[in-house]
């Protein structure tokens, strides 16, 4: 970066702020429609993207290298950046350029990596997308837990060390988490194992500091974040201690990217080797379960031979099924009493699968919901699967065998929330509900009395729910931009602060000081709007405006 800070404008200023916080990332630099990158980022996204390379500046004596993406199309050129094996630090505009005073407020709002996905188009459907963090103790064992972003699944376990990259390459997560030790005695083995890990399962190894992985404060992260006081809830008692720092690590990881919150996280699983058969990744690529020896591809193997499930979360559970097959043989009857019973009702069986046809990944859609990321299609999607549930209910209730009538018992359809959906009448068209700078309400359609006043105040009063009005839930004054009690309010205030200003001169004061008080009293005599608040100018007019009048008329 050879451009002087001294002639920097002050967006390239953010720029470098923003990329002196994150220098280990390709920052994606909101301007207008775009996201800009500069310098070396620049030089990096078009080799990597194929995007033409041009200059800032290009007549000045230190042109700056420039390549940008259009921000409706940014999806796709994340997903070619992550698989290239970088991380993307994305810097959003976070006001309105409109009302901006000077340049544009900024801020990274998310760190993309490969093991913190929750977007649809940067998922498989029928795969997990896993992030997970090892720890390594003095006994021999490692610990290794794991966590999908876009399911909200995490996990913790125990296994010896001569074990650990047999069972990295059976989860294949996307991303793992190690110490960082460079200088200290192990930083030789931590790096071999880097490489290992690399090799084998193709995951992009991420280190980060120490601290992560220090056990008193991994558990109070893990506390904190499940609300808990403690994790014998969880199955992890006072002989568990060493299966916390990799999960707090995990935790401290998904603050750090995503910025947001993790609420669709709600329990930590500890999975025991016993309840399931080892299946070494030799065995999993001679039988080519997972993928074909010849083509590497999930085409022509095991899985994509037996997988005739409907969803993505269906498909995503089989897989596991697959590589983690059961030793118990009470819970392996249950299945087997299950899939008896449904092979032989075929008509049964045929409604099930049409139903199920109709099903959302709700994992995924939940997930993006926890993390606010969610659009107007997610929430036509969660509509369409509740009103499926109560069908798919009876179904299964109307059969015999244990785990589905299990499952029965277990389907919420969630009546309220399904009405609300499908009353909000959202359009599923737009990849958004709002944004700053972007006078778009797509929840205000049709959202009913409730929502439509929140989302008048969100966007500054210049838009009113048309279908609210037709229905007459909303009053006709709100399609004004300033209503009149708000006008009132602040004329009472303003006359109120001249009438205590102009005390000096006897007459001013008894004239604004009652003017105040009358403006004030008549701001508060108005109905309230669907959204209550305090008239601070209308009480501050009246308050200041009786005081004017009194000592006025005390020093005539």
Known sequence: MTESKDNLTPAMRQFHHFKAKHPDCILFFRMGDFYETFFDDAKTCSKVLGLTLTSRGKNGPDPVP???????????????????????????????????????????????????????????????????????????????????????????????????????????????????????????????????????????????????????????????????????GFGIGDTDQDLIPPAGAVIEYLNETQKTALGHIQSLRKISRRNFLQVDPTSLRSLEILQTIRGETRKGSLLSCLDETLTGMGGRMFRNWLCMPLCDVERI????????????????????????????????????????????????????????????RELLGGLEAGLLRNLAERCDSMDELAHLLESAALDGESTCFYHPGKRAAVICEGCGAFLCPLCDVLLGGRHVCPRCIERGQVPEARETVIPPHTRLDQIAGSLGLFSLLTLFVCFPGIILGPLAVGFGIASLARPRGPVPYVRWGAAGGIIAGSIATLLAISWM
């Open 333 to 392: 009857e249950a299945r087997q009493d299950a899939v008896e019973e449904l092979t032989g009702a075929v008509d049964k069986l045929t409604e099930l699968r049409g139903r199920l046809g109709n099903i959302a990944d709700t994992e995924r859609i939940a997930a993006r919901i926890s993390t606010f990321r969610a659009g107007p299609r997610d929430m036509l999607a969660l509509a369409g699967t509740l009103g499926q549930i109560p069908a798919l």
């Open 66 to 232: 420039l390549a940008g993406v259009p921000y409706h199309a940014v999806d796709g050129y994340l997903k070619k950046m992550l698989q290239a094996g970088f991380r993307v630090a994305v810097c959003e505009q976070v006001e309105d350029p409109k009302t901006a005073k000077g340049v544009v407020k900024r801020d990274v709002v998310r760190i993309v990596t490969p093991g913190t996905l929750t977007d649809e188009m940067l998922l498989e459907d029928k795969k997990d997308n896993f992030l997970c963090a090892i720890h390594l103790d003095a006994k021999g064992f490692a610990v290794v837990s794991w966590v999908d972003l876009s399911t909200g699944h995490f996990f913790v376990q125990r296994v010896p060390e001569r074990d650990l990259l047999d069972e990295l390459q059976r989860l294949a997560p996307a991303e793992c988490l190690l110490a960082d030790r460079r200088g200290e005695l192990f930083d030789a083995e931590t790096r071999r194992l880097a490489a290992d890990i690399g090799r084998l399962t193709r995951a992009i190894v991420t280190e980060r500091p120490g601290w992560y992985f220090d056990p008193y404060q991994a558990r109070q992260r893990l506390l904190k974040h499940f609300g808990a006081a403690t994790l014998e």
